[in-house]
């Protein structure tokens, strides 16, 4: 088939003679720079535009190096693009070295901050990948056909070398990279058909295994400089507050290793020659702290609390900004047989990644130049947002994006969330480069948390148990206005994705997001919005099945039967599960069960969930969660499946333990000990199925989350009768089931 140049997926340019940075004499350089489809856009796609923007280099000793636009961070995206490219290249995914691109204007087309985030990567970039790819491998072979002397429809590839096969003759990519760079583009190129794929659609293993194994991976953490100074810092207890007085400043001095103190915004920094004794010195820092001026933004009420907040959004007023509608929802309550009332909320919780926060500052005051290593998701986002706190022009500032040590969200641009601003104002006070590494306690007090939320549900059913109407108000924190200054007077979409938009065939609805803003520092979580109105959604589905005496399966069936994509979904899970079961039955081990279904539709992706669980001790325990997953179309089956195991890992624990708890305006927890998460003793087993259906492709990363949490409850309201509407359900004890 052939791929022509499309405003979604600009033409490949010739970059060979550039001077581009880093790139090898007689290499041939492609730069390509696209935007999504409209098809595979997306609420987050919206919110975080994210063109596509790459430099292909193949080097004369046959290797070749990707400069992509996204942070590999556990994902497995460095693998996926090696496939995609790699195929079209002709090369083998291992020969290709992948490279988080620098910001700025030189490195990418014009074009909105690229970001990592909403499972994008990879469905953004296999139509523009595969075309690069395509494009290089037609170069290389007009290239060889020169030299040869024969015409280029006589030769085929195969990887690494251009094959003439009447002759026996190959020659391989690195002998001609040069000449190549001296052929024209072309406008349209052929690309493999997929009975033809060498690595899509495999199970390649992961490129970067050997490194994070054996300790080679360079993590932001790792990183050190000539010269290097680092810092711990001792953060204010509330956001607005300021240091006063340190009482024990010259004692501090005189610490082994302390080579500074410093006031900062909100903190208190010591910059040492080793991190550990920044941090025992930071912990013995006795600072006063002064309260914030009355109406300073941002700042944390002494008196906040995570039970106020609640109370508060319970109370918060309707109608809110419509997010959809259709029908008349009001009207066909009024006239329904039956209406079911129930409000839901769930909390605010923790990103608590493995890898600490921490940024590697280095100013040179002479020439008025920064260099920066800070782990992120954005890098063009971060550099203008650099810039400013250094004081000087984007163009003196060089950015890296090391791998990052987990995603989750964590690393959007939450400026007050970060330590790079501490990094940049302790190397310019100290004149040395300098490291600081937050500490798990400063990271629990300085998370960009996810949001709380509560929604308020009206639902009608009809005299034969069939739901006919939905109102759904979401009480929430406004997270694209906070983050990137989307209008306030609009409904947030990642607020309501997860019920706005549902597949089920509701014919009368009204879903409305309630701004309630939070003085909590509130960021992205893995599947964002989907987190938690799916629980919501298909708990309160489950609600609706019960009060019209229908089974929660069969209810699901009914709802998307004119949707054959989510028919065979729910086939799929039942058959992967061993058949749906209702209600409580008895397993091989004498314990007594009961199993809970959820659909979820979270980034271009769809997925269905079963989970079986028990009630051990007062406490509910998940045995098994079956998942189907249909992403459309796939590149690497085992990064799928990691993917959904680590998400019904996340979305398990988010159901059974965890929870942020504010009191007198601070987070209660400070490490693990106070917010656990899943034991490995309670991680279930997980049973995946993938389905490609050959829809536009969707995310994997994220999606297999949301359907944990509504599974795991409403199964255990199938065998306890207990309906749980507030999370997690560590606040809950059951009793003996029979």
Request: include cysteine; proline fraction near 8%.
């Amino acid at each position: 088939m052939t791929f022509l140049a499309t405003p979604e997926a600009a033409a490949p340019l010739n970059l060979s003679r550039r001077g581009l940075l880093g790139a090898a004499a007689g290499a041939l350089v492609l730069g390509l720079g696209a935007r999504p489809a409209a098809s595979q856009a997306t609420p987050a796609a919206e919110a975080m535009p994210n063109p596509f923007a790459a430099l292909l280099e193949l080097r004369a000793d046959g290797t070749a190096r990707l400069q992509m636009p996204f942070v590999e961070g556990g994902q497995g995206v460095s693998t996926a693009l090696a496939q995609i490219l790699g195929e079209e290249l002709d090369l083998e995914p291992a020969r290709l070295l992948l490279e988080c691109a620098p910001p700025g204007a030189r490195y990418k087309l014009p074009g909105a901050p690229r970001v990592t985030g909403g499972s994008s990567s990879v469905r953004t970039s296999i139509a523009p990948l595969r075309r690069l790819g395509a494009t290089a491998r037609a170069m290389l072979v007009e290239a060889a056909a020169i030299r040869l002397e024969v015409p280029a429809g006589s030769l085929t590839t195969e990887p690494g070398f251009v094959v003439h096969a009447a002759s026996g003759r190959r020659i391989g990519y690195g002998e001609l990279a040069e000449a190549a760079s001296a052929q024209p583009v072309p406008a349209g190129v052929t690309l493999r058909d997929r009975d033809k794929f060498r690595w899509i659609g495999k199970p390649v293993a992961r490129l970067d295994v050997r490194a994070k194994s054996t300790g080679k991976m360079v993590y932001g953490i790792d990183l050190a400089v000539e010269g290097m100074l680092q810092a711990a810092v001792q953060h204010a207890p509330r956001y607005g507050m300021e240091p006063a007085e340190i009482r024990n400043e010259a004692a501090v001095l005189a610490l082994p290793g302390v080579h500074s103190l410093h006031r900062l915004p909100g903190a208190v920094a010591v910059v040492a020659d080793r991190w550990w004794r920044a941090h025992r010195a930071a912990e013995t820092l006795q600072v006063a702290w002064r309260e914030a001026a009355p109406g300073a933004a941002n700042a944390m009420p002494a008196d906040f609390s995570t039970r106020a907040l609640r109370d508060r959004q319970q109370a918060a007023p309707g109608p809110g900004i419509t997010a959809e509608t259709a029908g008349d929802a009001s009207g066909a309550l009024k006239g329904a047989a039956r209406v079911v009332e129930a409000s839901y909320d769930a909390p605010l919780l923790a990103h608590g990644q493995l890898e600490p926060p921490s940024a590697l500052a280095s100013w040179n005051a002479e020439a008025g130049t920064l260099e920066l290593w800070v782990p992120n998701q954005a890098p063009d986002m971060y550099l203008p947002v650099v810039a400013r706190a250094a004081g000087i022009a984007p163009e003196k500032v060089t950015l890296h994006s090391p791998p990052l040590g987990g995603f989750f969200g964590r690393h959007f641009l939450y400026e007050a969330a970060s330590p790079f601003p501490q990094a940049i104002a302790l190397t310019k006070a100290t004149g040395r480069p300098v490291k600081v590494i937050w500490s798990r306690e400063a990271e629990f007090l300085r998370d960009a948390f996810r949001p709380a939320a509560l929604v308020r549900f009206r639902g009608g059913i009809d005299a034969s148990g069939l739901p006919v109407a939905l109102e759904a108000e979401i009480v929430c924190d406004h997270l694209l206005n906070r983050t990137f200054g989307a209008p306030a007077d609009r409904h947030d979409r990642t607020v309501v994705e997860g019920i706005a938009n549902k597949v089920y065939a509701f014919p009368n609805r009204r879903v409305a997001h309630v701004v309630q803003r939070s003085p909590a520092m509130v960021g992205f979580w893995r599947s964002v919005g989907h987190s938690y109105n799916d629980f919501f959604m298909e708990c309160f589905l489950d609600e609706l099945a019960e009060a019209g005496q229908t089974d929660p399966f069969a209810l699901r069936q009914r709802l998307v039967e004119k949707s054959p994509r989510h028919q065979a979904l729910l086939a799929a899970v039942a058959e992967l599960s061993g058949g749906w079961k209702r209600g409580p039955f008895t397993a091989p081990d004498g314990s007594r069960r009961a199993r809970g279904i959820a659909l979820s539709s979270p980034f271009g992706t769809e997925v269905a969930t079963i989970a079986e669980v028990s009630i051990q001790d007062g406490r509910a325990r998940a045995h098994d969660v079956w998942v189907a997953i249909d992403p459309g179309s796939i590149v690497n089956p085992s990064t799928v499946v990691e993917q959904v195991q680590s998400a019904v890992a996340i979305g398990l624990s988010s159901a059974l333990l965890e929870e942020v708890v504010y009191e007198h305006g601070t987070p209660r927890a400070r490490n693990y000990d106070g917010y656990p998460i899943l034991p490995p003793d309670q991680m279930p087993r997980v049973h995946v199925r993938i389905i490609e259906s050959g829809a536009p492709m969707g995310g994997v990363g994220e999606p297999g989350v949301p359907g944990v949490p509504p599974a795991v409850v409403n199964a255990v309201f199938a065998l306890t009768g207990q309906r749980i509407r507030s999370l997690p359900l560590s606040r809950a004890r059951f009793g003996r089931v029979s």
